[in-house]
């Protein structure tokens, strides 16, 4: 290498060396220079933090001087007012201060005067001494004429109790009434054109007076009818619920006489049982496993060894009150085997029947309390509830005559029953009217059979036959008691004054006409064990 690039290249050398020390020493003055601007920043936010506060605070000491100022200001006004309520309170007070004297004034004259009429009716009381102790001793003479009476008065209710209960006897066990109901606005309906024309909503049945029904047709085509028919008692259109109670009361009040209310010492106690008879099987309505499908749980009857019908293992229910009763009768219609129909949307395809058993302890040995155990009867009652448009619907009730429950040993009668049967019968069906079909249609076959074998009982105990056929439905077996029994027997005819339902009035007539011709006054009693009950249907 030349002598002259040795020297050269040791000042670039030198040089570069140099100016690599100056740019260290530039960028040691650089990071020192930004770490005190870094110190700078710091101080200097800090400062703005400070100034910050100092301004909140400023700020603040500020709006507390306003709000003292304000303060002030409304305790000024406080004060100013303040003293004018003082003031005014302080002629109040002296306003009140006067009128209190006054008031005391008034009140001391009044005391005064007070005093003097206590003063005259403690004389007048004193004076009054002597009438007063005749009064006390008239009083004691009304208490005993009282008594005297009220006993002659319970007297008088037991011989009434016999007289009536021979009064019912007298009119027959069996009695027969009839209730044509109004004509509705489905009378009219049919999809027959020969009917539409024949004007069929028109009456046809008519009540002559209060013991005679007039039927009376005249159809093209169809012989004349003209027909009357006599009962007990019959109620037109426009007779009211109340008109019926009042015929049927008197059969129930040898029942109700004296009852829960009036004699509880006799320790009276009431059960309801419900059961239906559908398709010719007797369901229990108040069965604790009783399904909602169709109605209650199955059950059979049965003759008891004292020769009565009982269901065996039916379920009853103790009731306190007319609510609870009417409870429990609610939820068995609710139960009640129903099926919509051509005639009903809510059709019932069973018959019902509600029975109530009054149970009281029987009397003591006294001649009184005798005389009151003669005279409670054993009621059978069954009633039924007015028929639907279509259906030509009976009713009946019952009473019997006093049953006593046995007794201890020393002979003495120890409880005495009465019983109340409630039965709403289902209507005979014309199945071209219902249009029944499928198990509809064994329903109405089941009802048509269980009434007819009804009416065949019916016919026989106004023949006096020997043989009477209760056992040919489950419906004449359950009723057998009310019907041949010691039984009170009515029935109530429901039926349809439209020429449109002529056939099921026609038929439901006849059925209380045959009803009738049953023997009427005292029943005779049956035997513990009967051999003349009939076949009995088979299941």
């Known amino acids: 290498m030349p002598a002259g690039s040795g020297r ?68 000024r006004s406080a004060l100013s007012q303040l003293g004018l309520v003082i003031q005014k309170l302080n002629q109040d007070i002296q306003a009140f201060h006067s009128s209190s004297w006054a008031l005391l004034r008034d009140y001391q004259d009044e005391y005064q005067d007070r005093v003097s009429e206590i003063v005259t009716a403690v004389q007048r009381t004193q004076q009054s001494a002597e009438t007063l102790l005749a009064c006390q001793s008239k009083v004691a003479h009304l208490e005993r004429a009282l008594q005297d009476v009220s006993a002659r008065h319970q007297l008088e209710r037991q011989r009434r109790k016999v007289l009536h209960n021979s009064l019912v006897e007298l009119k027959g066990n069996i009695r027969v009434h009839c209730r044509i109901r109004p004509l509705l606005p489905f009378d009219s309906e049919s999809d027959d054109p020969v009917l539409q024309s024949s004007s069929i909503s028109r009456e046809v049945a008519h009540a002559v007076d209060d013991e005679t029904v007039l039927v009376k047709c005249d159809r ?41 209310s009036e004699n509880p010492s006799r320790n009276p106690k009431v059960e309801v049982s419900i059961v239906e008879v ?24 049965m003759t008891a060894k004292d020769g009565r019908t009982e269901v065996a293992l039916l379920a009853s229910e103790a009731v306190g009150s007319a609510s609870k009763l009417m409870e429990l009768v609610r939820g068995g219609l609710q139960l009640r085997a129903k099926h919509p129909t ?60 006093p049953q006593p429950v046995p007794g201890n040993p020393a002979g003495c009668v120890e409880q005495v029953q009465a019983r109340l049967q409630l039965v709403d019968l289902a209507g005979s069906e014309c199945i071209g009217m219902s249009g029944a079909t499928g198990s509809a249609l064994r329903e109405t076959a089941c009802i048509n059979r269980s009434l007819a074998a009804l009416a065949d009982v019916l016919g026989a105990l106004s023949e006096h036959r ?34 449109r339902h002529l056939a099921q009035t026609l038929q439901g007539l006849g059925f209380g006409i045959r009803a009738r011709q049953v023997q009427r006054g005292p029943a005779r009693k049956r035997p513990p064990s009967s051999q003349t009950e009939g076949k009995r249907r088979p299941d």
């Open 8 to 75: 050269w290249g040791g000042f670039w050398e030198q040089r570069t060396q140099q100016l690599q020390s100056r740019v260290r020493a530039k960028e040691d003055k650089i990071a020192e220079l930004e770490t005190e601007n870094a110190v700078l920043l710091l101080k200097l936010a800090e400062y703005k933090g400070k100034i910050e506060k100092s301004r909140s605070e400023a700020t603040r000491i500020s709006t507390l001087y306003n709000k003292q100022q304000r303060l002030q200001r409304n305790t």
């Open 342 to 401: 051509l005639v009903h949307a809510d059709s019932s395809r069973s018959h019902l029947i509600i029975t109530v058993t009054l149970t009281t302890a029987a009397c003591s040995n006294s001649t009184a309390d005798q005389a009151c155990s003669a005279t409670l009867p054993r009621e059978q009652t069954e009633a039924g509830r007015a028929g639907r448009a279509g259906r030509s619907r009976r009713a009946s009730q019952g009473a019997s005559a």
């Open 220 to 260: 093209p085509g169809h012989p004349l009818i003209n027909k009357t028919y006599h009962f007990e008692r019959v109620y037109g259109p426009a007779e009211s619920q109340s008109a019926v109670f009042g015929d049927v009361c008197p059969l129930l009040t040898s029942l109700l006489d004296g009852l829960i």
């Open 466 to 499: 020997d043989h009477v056929p209760y056992r040919n439905s489950r419906l004449t077996h359950l009723l057998q008691d009310c019907l041949g029994g010691d039984a009170k027997l009515l029935v109530i005819l429901c039926i349809s004054p439209s020429q």
């Open 278 to 301: 559908y398709n010719n099987d007797i369901f229990d309505l108040l069965a604790k496993d009783s399904i909602a499908a169709v109605s209650g749980v199955k059950r059979e009857v």
